[in-house]
């Protein structure tokens, strides 16, 4: 059974930062690449960060440069650091794997991050 499991969310004022898991079981971690989602309230899921089995990153433009992304494949582990937070960064944060090879896929259940003083 494929188990997609984040934490790490919360209520953080704004400037601050946080920082996201998500532990995968269940799949062949190394073989997939990993992506963070976010969905505000009233909004669509958009791409926030992702991270290929090599290790390549990518950015949604907004979060460039206070966001990072990275990965432990020994732990299954993927990150999301998140720095200089913004009210509109609140959302629900999802993670999504993906196999590079086959393009099976799954979701995590999601994580609530709330910015606000």
């Known amino acids: 059974q494929v188990q997609l499991v984040e934490s790490g969310g919360g209520l953080v004022q704004p400037g601050r930062s946080l920082r996201l898991s998500c532990k995968a079981s269940?799949?062949?971690?190394?073989?997939?690449?990993m992506e963070w989602y976010r969905q505000a309230p009233g909004e669509q899921r958009e791409l926030v960060a992702g991270?290929?089995?090599?290790?390549?990153?990518k950015y949604a433009d907004s979060m460039e440069g206070r966001f990072t992304i990275s990965r432990d494949d020994a732990k299954n582990t993927v990150y999301l650091q998140m720095n200089s937070l913004k009210p509109e960064d609140t959302g629900v944060y999802y993670c999504?794997?993906?196999?590079?090879?086959?393009?099976?896929?799954?979701w995590g259940q999601g994580t609530q991050v709330t910015v606000s003083s």
């Open positions: 999504y794997a993906r196999n590079e090879l086959t393009d099976n896929n799954y």
């Open positions: 269940g799949i062949i971690f190394s073989m997939y690449g």
């Open positions: 991270i290929s089995s090599l290790h390549s990153t």
